[in-house]
């Protein structure tokens, strides 16, 4: 402590002599210090004495450089974003190339066998050709670019977790678009125009998945055959989270002032859409089939051969250091990155996918791969 206050006294006196303050002023202010380091030292009087009295109280206003001014910077964590975990109900395949490429669908078995009289001869039967169903993918880029000052300058590190956010970025963009091939308004029109086994208005019950339930229980092929169709997943919207909580978790019927069992409590698996749009009460909610066990692929996404994920890439830079003009000595490392012009440094986030195109197609399924595996509600009427 008295090292600092020797200090202080010393700072006192070169800064009173700079603004040229007398000799006796100067002396003055080193009284002072000398009497607050005798005052804390308890030396020759007591601290508690009556009829001394301090002239000047150093604050730290008198130090405005020196202890004045105060700086930390730190970088707050990002928000944590929420996932759409879409790869449970949407089938994956793989393109070759950006061309489009062909599946074609079985949708129908052969024909019943009929009777026959004695010596009739039977008639002969026929195979339901196949549907073709085309999908090709399409590159999705962002590019980003940075100062090289700024890269230097970045004491904080807010961009040492660049390359994550990038990733994070191409995910929610693929999410979005998995969102829209169930949400949009073509997919949208398609089953309701298939009528009450594949749509309806009602918000979001216990009552309203048993309805959903028996529609795919009642699932059939071209020819009118039953088909396995079960009802797997429940993509809401994020307001109906704690709805399908007390659905999943009531043992009887939450919606009834009676005994009926909630039989379908375990029977599904909810999967929250953070991008799903609608305004409550009024909020939508999808049933999908489960693509492995039924054999039927509501929603389709491609990705190109080689490309199973995004990739950053960075312009390679054109500086190249040198020790002299004319040749000699040898190249120089350069700790550059950036282009010779500017110093800027270009980044790429690169993804491809795509998913299932109807071109010419008059039933407009929209992204629908196959909308026997799908059912939709509005959720407007209560």
């Given at each position: 402590m008295r090292t600092i206050l020797s200090l202080m006294k010393g700072y006192r006196q070169?800064?009173?002599e700079t603004y040229g303050a007398s000799n006796e002023r100067i002396a003055q202010a080193g009284d002072m210090f000398e009497f607050v380091d005798q005052e804390l030292s308890f030396f020759n009087r007591s601290p508690t004495a009556t009829g001394n009295k301090m002239e000047e109280v150093m604050t730290s206003a008198d130090f405005t450089y020196a202890i004045g001014t105060f700086v930390q910077r730190r970088m707050e964590p990002a928000y944590n974003e929420k996932r759409f975990e879409f790869e449970q109900f949407?089938?994956?395949?793989?393109?070759?190339?950006?061309?489009?490429?062909?599946?074609y669908q079985r949708k129908a078995a052969l024909d019943d066998l009929e009777w026959t009289g004695e010596k009739d001869e039977a008639r002969p039967g026929s195979y339901v050709d196949a549907t073709p169903r085309s999908f090709q993918v399409e590159d999705w880029q962002k590019q980003f670019d940075f100062?090289?000052?700024?890269?230097?300058n970045d004491d904080l590190g807010y961009f040492d977790d660049a390359a994550t956010e990038m990733g994070i970025s191409a995910r929610r963009t693929?999410?979005?678009?998995?969102?829209?091939?169930?949400?949009n308004a073509t997919s949208i029109a398609r089953l309701v125009a298939l009528g009450a086994l594949y749509s309806t208005t009602g918000r979001l019950t216990s009552a309203r998945v048993s309805t959903a339930r028996m529609g795919f229980n009642q699932r059939t092929d071209t020819r009118a055959n039953p088909i396995n169709a079960?009802?797997?997943y429940i993509i809401h919207h994020p307001g109906l989270v704690d709805t399908v909580r007390v659905i999943r978790a009531s043992q009887l019927v939450p919606e009834l002032a009676t005994n009926a069992a909630n039989v379908i409590a375990g029977d599904f698996v909810p999967v929250e859409d953070p991008y799903m749009a609608g305004t409550a009460p009024n909020l939508p909610w999808y049933a999908l089939s489960?693509?492995?066990r039924d054999n039927i692929k509501p929603l389709m996404l491609a990705r190109r051969q080689g490309m199973?994920?995004?990739?950053?890439?960075?312009?390679?830079?054109d500086v190249q250091g040198f020790s002299s003009l004319s040749g000699g000595g040898g190249s120089v490392n350069v700790p550059f990155i950036g282009d010779f012009a500017t110093n800027n440094v270009v980044v790429k986030v690169w993804d491809t996918w795509g998913t299932y195109i109807d071109p010419g197609d008059n039933t407009?399924?929209?992204?629908?791969?196959?909308?026997r595996g799908a059912y939709y509600s509005s959720g407007t009427a209560p």
């Open positions: 070169a800064e009173l949407v089938s994956m395949d793989t393109t070759p190339n950006y061309l489009a490429v062909q599946r100062s090289f000052h700024a890269l230097v693929l999410e979005k678009f998995v969102s829209r091939m169930l949400t079960t009802l797997r489960d693509y492995r199973a994920q995004p990739v950053i890439v960075r312009k390679a830079s407009h399924n929209g992204n629908l791969y196959d909308f």
